[in-house]
């Protein structure tokens, strides 16, 4: 989208450490996601602005990804954030975009 370019997000400044243990931990969250939808941008800039590098995957581009969502989670809805735990065996799947943000701030806010 046009708005991505001209407005980037600024993410938050961290300690090298800090940012090297996000990234570890960002990695094993999955963003399904569509670029078309506004809620889904909303998500991926709030990311950004976190600093976290999660997996991204468009459900459109890529069809695969399309039926991870669906065999996964049970849904085709985009935003979907998938959160694999070191604990659980199965992974967490959020599907609203508001749960979604709530999440992201209260885990990774600083």
Do not use: T
Not at 11 to 18: A, F, H, I, M
Not at 80 to 91: A, N
């Amino acid at each position: 989208m046009l708005s991505n370019h001209l407005f980037k997000v600024k993410p938050v400044v961290r300690s090298s450490e800090d940012q090297a243990s996000l990234d570890r931990e960002s990695r094993r969250i999955h963003l399904y996601f569509c670029k078309l939808c506004p809620v889904s941008i909303k998500v991926k800039r709030r990311c950004e602005r976190l600093g976290l590098r999660v997996v991204e995957k468009d459900v459109l581009r890529v069809d695969a990804y399309k039926n991870e969502l669906i065999n996964g989670g049970g849904e085709l809805r985009v935003p979907c954030l998938r959160i694999e735990s070191r604990k659980d065996k199965e992974p967490n799947w959020l599907y609203d975009g508001e749960d979604i943000l709530e999440y992201l701030d209260r885990r990774f806010s600083v």
